[in-house]
């Protein structure tokens, strides 16, 4: 037989870089595979960082047999439980609102909508506000131009395009929890792999990357998603209070706006403004005084120390993170932002500072 020609020896380095750029290539195209499904790959693995902890203080408190199976199950369970099922009931309720407001607005457009009795008691500006009340809102006419301006074609479409997106959303969320579940069933092992390969890619740094990115995702959870659904909690009920048209459409809308620092304060404007149309100047004052003191208390002492203090980051760039990441990355952009924010800060300090010979970092002082 004809000896086997041996290859010359290549260079380690060179393996190393070819073998470097394959992995990359393949991450890249498996990445692009995914196509619309990568937002489930990305929420679900955005919920098991979250759903760690509780995992693992389900495991001390309760060990049943078959554990790395029930475990995993009872807590995106319990997800499903405490969020889609009251989120979806909520939606449903909003619906009937929705077309309640929708037949309210029908109705103005033929009779025209009344002025309040307020109107008549201002200080200043009464008779200018009274006269364009009477031809825009009080006449059918008025209201029937009011309308077109506001193009119910472009409304519609707008409409579509929401339908189509809960939709989509509703699918994107049950693979999120379909991933969520081999996630955190597979989490000790999955940990494991991911610190020996971070550790062999990028050493201690990257162990301290890590941690940045976690408690980056944990605070965002926390400072932004819980915060602002209690926020809408909070004032939804002084909607109620006051008498407010779709009281319920009007807290949900406040409660997703205020996941977004210093946006929730639109909404509280716009439903303090509606109850004052519907007659009560003086409920729709003291809401707009509630929800801007409850939104303020929230933004300036709760938000800061809940994101910033998790991860040593400075507020302004987490506000930076979240309002950037939002309109790069739409909703996801809550988690990616502050994340990228939390890292950029990391690399910053590492290259500010100096390091031992064990890779701390020293000289420096969180900001």
Not at 114 to 132: D, F, N, V
Request: glycine share 12%; charged share 10%; with cysteine.
């Amino acid at each position: 037989m004809e000896a086997v020609k041996q290859l010359p020896a290549e260079r380690p380095s060179f393996q190393y870089w070819a073998q470097g750029i394959l992995a990359v290539c393949i991450v890249a195209l498996a990445i692009f595979t995914l196509g619309r499904f990568r937002l489930a790959l990305v929420w679900g693995g955005i919920l098991a960082i979250v759903c760690w902890p509780l995992m693992q203080w389900l495991g001390r408190k309760w060990s049943p047999r078959h554990a790395e199976t029930i475990l995993p199950l009872a807590v995106v369970s319990g997800i499903a439980l405490v969020f889609v099922i009251p989120v979806s009931f909520l939606i449903a309720a909003a619906a009937g609102e929705a077309q309640e407001g929708g037949n309210w607005i029908r109705q103005a457009g033929e009779t025209g909508v009344p002025e309040p009795g307020w109107l008549s008691k201002l200080p200043w500006g009464r008779a200018q506000i009274e006269h364009w009340w009477q031809i825009n809102l009080s006449s059918p006419e008025g209201m029937k131009a009011l309308v077109h301006k506001l193009n119910p074609e472009q409304a519609l479409t707008t409409l579509e395009h929401i339908g189509h997106g809960l939709v989509n959303t509703v699918v994107i969320l049950c693979f999120s929890l379909l991933i969520l579940f081999f996630l955190l069933r597979g989490g000790h092992r999955l940990i494991e792999h991911l610190n020996l390969f971070i550790l062999r890619l990028l050493g201690a740094r990257g162990q301290m990357a890590q941690k940045q990115l976690v408690g980056a995702v944990r605070g965002a959870m926390a400072g932004l998603v819980l915060v602002g659904l209690a926020e809408g909690v909070i004032i939804g009920v002084s909607y109620i209070i006051a008498g407010a048209p779709q009281p319920l459409l009007l807290g949900l809308f406040t409660a997703f706006a205020s996941m977004i620092p210093m946006v929730g304060g639109v909404a509280v404007a716009i439903s303090a403004l509606l109850i004052a149309i519907k007659g009560s100047l003086g409920a729709g004052i003291a809401v707009g005084v509630f929800g801007f003191v409850v939104l303020f208390l929230a933004d300036h002492f709760i938000r800061p120390v809940l994101i910033g203090g998790s991860i040593r980051l400075p507020f302004v760039w987490v506000l930076l993170g979240i309002l950037g990441g939002i309109e790069t990355w739409g909703l996801s952009g809550l988690f990616i932002g502050p994340v990228l924010m939390a890292l950029a800060h990391l690399i910053w300090r590492f290259g500010s500072t100096r390091a031992n010979g064990a890779g701390r970092m020293v000289g420096h002082q969180p900001e």
